[in-house]
């Protein structure tokens, strides 16, 4: 069976700070891969999605960028953050058109 | 373009009562659709799908949506609630051959004992 994880789980970065979110899937090959944003505990926010190794599609312009540097690995980073930053990053994967499937997310606060 | 939208911020019904949560959806041509529960500080769980087929759908947990193509729409159902499927709930259609989900802003439901 397919797994994602993401990690860390928890982050506390303040204003200026690098960033970088890791997420892995496991069980499966080629995914597509997406990283979301989540503020305030409501709506997504697609930021980035990926159909293959070195891929990515921005959604939103942003001090966010994605890279894919294997073909289950997939990794958000910023070079200095921003207080808007702050928010709930969810990693899903999906093959094709089909269901897209959730990591458990990593809570990010800039201060 | 493709939307969702979810009528309701809240739901509140008691245990043992049916549950509703309304979906419409906006897409150019056959859409898919989908539910997605949330418990607090966790990542969305999927519920159930519909692509093609029988306009009832059965999913996890005793959920249940059915399509309606003449409303566009794509609401969510379970018959007898229960305090545990108190979270939010988001609904997502994509186009066919489309990588990317357009989420609802969610409805919260909470179920009362």
């Known amino acids: 069976s397919q797994t994602i994880h993401q990690w860390p789980a928890t982050l506390v970065q303040p204003v200026g700070s690098p960033l970088s979110l890791e997420c892995t899937v496991e069980?499966?090959?080629?995914?597509?891969l997406y990283w979301y944003r989540q503020a305030a505990g409501r709506g997504l926010q697609l930021l980035f999605y990926s159909v293959g190794i070195g891929q990515i599609s921005s959604e939103v312009p942003q001090n966010l960028s994605a890279s894919r540097p294997q073909d289950r690995q997939f990794i958000l980073s910023s070079k200095k953050l921003l207080l808007s930053d702050s928010g709930f990053y969810l990693c899903a994967w999906g093959r094709g058109s089909d269901t897209q499937y959730f990591g458990p997310g990593t809570r990010l606060t800039v201060l | 373009a493709q939307s969702v939208a979810q009528p309701e911020d809240q739901v509140n019904v008691a245990e043992g009562n049916p549950l509703t949560v309304k979906c419409t959806y906006s897409?150019?041509?056959?859409?898919?659709l989908f539910w997605y529960v949330q418990y607090p500080n966790r990542g969305l769980q999927f519920l159930l799908k519909y692509i093609t087929g029988d306009n009832l759908v059965k999913g996890s947990y005793g959920f249940e949506a059915e399509f309606n193509k003449s409303q566009t729409s794509f609401h969510l159902k379970k018959p007898s609630a229960l305090v545990s499927d108190s979270a939010l709930y988001f609904c997502a259609v994509r186009a066919v051959n489309d990588y990317k989900l357009s989420f609802g802003a969610g409805t919260t439901v909470t179920v009362r004992a």
């Open positions: 069980g499966t090959s080629n995914p597509n």
């Open positions: 897409v150019s041509g056959n859409p898919y």
